[in-house]
């Protein structure tokens, strides 16, 4: 078995000066390191996040990973980002409920699991064999049925990690009582960074890691150069690997109702490839980020009637008036901002609807559906995960769950119910203490270290996991993407910010921003220093 090197331990001890604890406020001290080689800073990362970062890595990756100090995050003071390895972005519910499907357990279990394994859990739920994957059968949900559900619902509570609902113990009722009546994985992880939507919803779906699927982040480099964002277009062809739904679905002849009720095409992989794969149908998908929910004009369906909703309407003025004041906004924010509970029961409300009207578990063929409440991630970003806009939207998820469930009990009756997250949150700067990492800042900063032009810039695009270069401008600078990773990890926190720092950070300006910057042909040379292998042990979970 391959264990973490002696080298890798030297460097994490004689690196730094101080340290966070992954979840908690900036430690004390200095948070300097000596060495600003990016096979060195690599190298001293945790082996688990070091995974998790190998886990989430392609050639679709950006051209410089940067690794934040926890709990720094990429964004501002006001808004907040998760894209990151540490445990309080990775550990999400995992829950399974189905009367006679899924076992009781009283109380959530502590085996590892990650969201890779609803793959092949499904798989046995519904008697189907799926291809072997990396996502490993979870043994302990599966009651003794000679019988598969009808219905097979997967519901993602976007950006509702563990870390959010152990903030609000009383908001969530109903997933409290699924725990207890079905199995619940306490210490369920995500189990690869980015742990950013795309990413992760397609891991859900192919039950592998992005270093398989190739859906690495929100924006990606094309075969030709290009970044962009992943699924434009709806188009999935750069998920390569099938989904649960795309399998089940050719494997039954294509009889199952296969669908998705989603925000935007971000979460497409966690349903599949529709008609464009051999021996596909068009599975049904809708949109509801825009006011009339949108349906993709290719490899996909929807019913008709979908088309006629138009937002949230009616649930928006019952929300605008329950604080006594019709003013167009809720907790004094504007009501179009997608962050509230109105958008919540319309979703709902949407569902609902388009369970009962298709005909979803009505008869014994299996049929699968899969939706995303990504309001919980909205109003995390928007007003923080401690806020009471956040508690307010996951007490209406949760009144939806209830409402879900009453629906199934009541028209459908054999079903499996599995929650999970996407991955989970960050608190804000101010009750973390953490440095909001500036990226246009940033940006800036790479442009005058290696003095490019304004109509020639480096950096292609900025992300929240790091730059992606322009090639052919590196080339003609002679400048490397090694060379952008040292200049980043000696960046510190004062190079961030124009004029006198903010209040509580004016002792701070020395501290390193990153852990780690390092380039794509510097991460092959940091897995040896760690590992031994360019690739992490075989029995490396977490």
């Known amino acids: 078995m391959r264990t ?16 966070t604890d992954d979840a908690g406020r900036a430690g004390s001290g200095k948070r300097t390191y000596a060495s600003n080689d990016g096979v060195e800073r690599g190298c001293a ?21 940067t690794v934040p100090q926890a709990p720094n995050y990429s964004g501002a003071f006001s808004v907040t980002s998760h894209s990151g390895p540490w445990d309080y972005v990775q550990n999400v519910p995992l829950v399974f409920y189905g009367p006679g499907h899924v076992k009781a357990r009283g109380a959530p279990v502590r085996d590892p699991a990650s969201i890779i394994d609803v793959f092949p859990t499904v798989g046995r739920l519904i008697g189907v064999d799926l291809p072997e994957r990396e996502g490993k059968i979870l043994r302990k949900v599966a009651a003794n049925s000679s019988t598969s559900p009808r219905l097979v619902l997967v519901i993602v509570w976007d950006g509702v990690g563990r870390n959010v609902l152990e903030r609000f113990p009383d908001a969530w009722p109903t997933l409290a009582r699924l725990e207890r009546e079905g199995t619940s994985y306490l210490n369920a992880l995500v189990g690869s960074s980015p742990s950013i939507t795309p990413a992760t919803h397609s891991s859900l779906g192919t039950g592998a890691y992005p270093r398989e699927h190739g859906v690495t982040a929100i924006q990606v480099r094309r075969p030709n150069g290009d970044v962009s964002f992943a699924f434009g277009g709806s188009d999935p ?13 050719r494997k039954l002849g294509n009889e199952p109702l296969v669908g998705s009720l989603a925000w935007i ?19 049904q998908l809708a949109f509801l980020r825009s006011h ?33 004041e019709v003013d167009g906004k809720w907790m004094d924010n504007p009501m179009e901002n997608h962050d509230n509970p109105a958008y919540v029961e319309y979703q709902t409300k949407v569902l609902l609807r388009f369970l009962r009207d298709e005909g979803y578990g009505s008869d014994d063929v299996p049929d699968l559906f899969l939706t995303n409440y990504k309001m919980s991630d909205n109003a995390g970003h928007q007003y923080g995960i401690d806020s009471p806009q956040v508690e307010a939207v996951i007490r209406a998820q949760d ?41 246009g800042e940033l940006a800036r900063d790479i442009e005058r270290e290696f003095g490019t032009s304004k109509d020639r810039p480096l950096v ?60 794509r042909d510097q991460f092959p040379r940091i897995m040896r220093c760690a590992f031994g292998s360019v690739e992490p042990p075989d029995d490396m979970r977490g």
Not at 45 to 64: K, Q
Not at 297 to 314: F, I, Q
Request: with cysteine; charged share 25%; glycine share 10%.
């Open 265 to 283: 095409s971000w979460h497409l992989g966690m349903l599949g490839h529709g008609s464009q794969i051999q021996g596909g149908d068009e599975d």
């Open 292 to 324: 009339h929910i949108r349906v993709p004009k290719r490899y996909y369906s929807a019913p008709d009637y979908l088309k006629t909703y138009n937002g949230p309407v009616k649930e928006s003025r019952k929300l605008d008036r329950a604080d006594g």
């Open 460 to 519: 292609l695009e900025t992300s929240a996991v790091g730059p992606f270069l322009d090639h052919d401008v590196a080339k003609d600078l002679g400048v490397s993407a090694g060379d952008v990773a040292r200049f980043l990890n000696g960046y510190k926190i004062r190079d961030n910010w124009s004029g006198a720092l903010p209040d509580g950070y004016e002792d701070r300006g020395d501290e390193n921003v990153f852990s780690a910057a390092f380039s």
């Open 4 to 19: 973490w090197s002696l080298v890798a331990i030297l460097v994490l001890l004689l690196g730094a000066t101080a340290c």
């Open 237 to 249: 062809s750069e998920l390569r690997l099938t989904t649960f739904g795309d399998i089940i679905d």
């Open 45 to 65: 990362l945790h082996p688990r996040y070091l995974t998790r970062i190998w886990r989430g890595y392609s050639e679709a990756s950006e051209d410089v990973t």
């Open 399 to 439: 009144r939806g769950l209830e409402e879900l469930i009453e629906f199934l009990d009541r028209d459908v009756g054999d079903y499996v119910v599995i929650l999970t997250a996407d991955h989970g949150s960050t608190p804000f700067a101010k009750t973390s203490g953490a440095w909001p990492v500036r990226q």
